[in-house]
């Protein structure tokens, strides 16, 4: 099991910035894919960024030049730097991760979210 816990979150004005920060823990073997996606009511969530254990990243298109996914593999933390936000940044924005387990010599591979984090962009 992967807990996930995130901060952050928070309400700024559009042309500001926010840092959210996610901090995995539980047991697990490694933590392959780490990031963010984001959801607003009445629509599906959404990838904002990801980032690979080798530094591998993906931005969506809205993040692309504003925002910028960084982890610390020692700590099993991500950060997702968000920078000139727009009020269509508005959302709840989710930690997730992509996790390697082990049950007993078994090993498997599971997918966590955390609980989300409120960001609100005021114009």
């Known amino acids: 099991q992967v807990r996930l816990e995130e901060s952050g979150g928070g309400l700024v004005q559009a042309g500001g910035s926010l840092r959210l920060s996610c901090a995995a823990s539980?047991?697990?073997?490694?933590?392959?894919?780490m990031g963010w996606y984001r959801q607003v009511p009445g629509k599906q969530r959404e990838l904002v960024a990801t980032?690979?254990?080798?530094?591998?990243?993906n931005y969506a298109d809205s993040a692309q030049g504003r925002f910028t996914i960084s982890r610390d593999n020692a700590k099993n933390t991500v950060n997702l730097q968000m920078n000139d936000l727009k009020p269509e940044d508005t959302a709840v924005y989710y930690c997730?991760?992509?996790?390697?387990?082990?049950?007993?010599?078994?090993?498997?591979?599971?997918?966590?979210w955390g609980q989300g984090t409120q960001v609100t962009i005021s114009s």
């Open positions: 997730y991760t992509r996790a390697d387990e082990r049950m007993g010599s078994y090993y498997y591979t599971d997918d966590y």
């Open positions: 539980g047991s697990f073997v490694f933590i392959d894919i």
């Open positions: 980032i690979t254990s080798i530094g591998n990243t």
